[in-house]
């Protein structure tokens, strides 16, 4: 009896394990690719040219100022009243959009020539380090102005980090774009 039985309980079994068939009508959803690592409201830190619109736009404007520069193109204008030790204001441009930033503490145009830190929204904290004069070129005339520096432009939000290499310039010619 317990050979007879073998069989029926084998084709069971295989009956069982045939594939279940698909419907070939049904559309596969996309499924909906989410992020661990970051926040959804976080967007890289990508550094933009500040314009003369921007700076007028967010009223930046000032008898004093600096401004970091790449090559022609300016990537922080900061503004101070020379007669105010009070804190300055800053604006950068990141994806695209001004984000106007304020200098932490206070000191004003003395503490802003000489590199400074500021804040922004959603934690945003940039940071001007001042290393060392650069050349001043004296051609077609002289430059009547406080000197260039290098140094770096380091952004920084959450864990993102972002350090840019150039030339700070501070004083009455930093309040205008350069000439092309």
Known sequence: MRIFMLPVLVGAVVGCAEPVEEDEGAIEQPVPMTSVDAP????????????????SEANLVSDLGCVFRRGEETLLAAAANS?????AEALIVLDGSPVELEMNGG??????????????PDG?????EVRASAPVSETPAPVVAEP?????????RGSQTVTLEGIYNCGIDAVDEPQS
Not at 110 to 119: M, W
Not at 148 to 156: A, E, H, P, Q
């Open 40 to 55: 959804a409201n976080t967007l890289p830190l990508v550094p933009g040219v500040v314009s003369e619109t921007m700076r």
């Open 83 to 87: 007669v105010s030790a009070e804190s």
């Open 107 to 120: 000191g004003g145009y003395n503490t802003l020539s000489r590199g400074a830190s500021f804040a922004g």
């Open 124 to 128: 945003l904290e940039v940071e001007v």
């Open 148 to 156: 260039n520096f290098t140094g770096s432009l380091n952004l920084r």
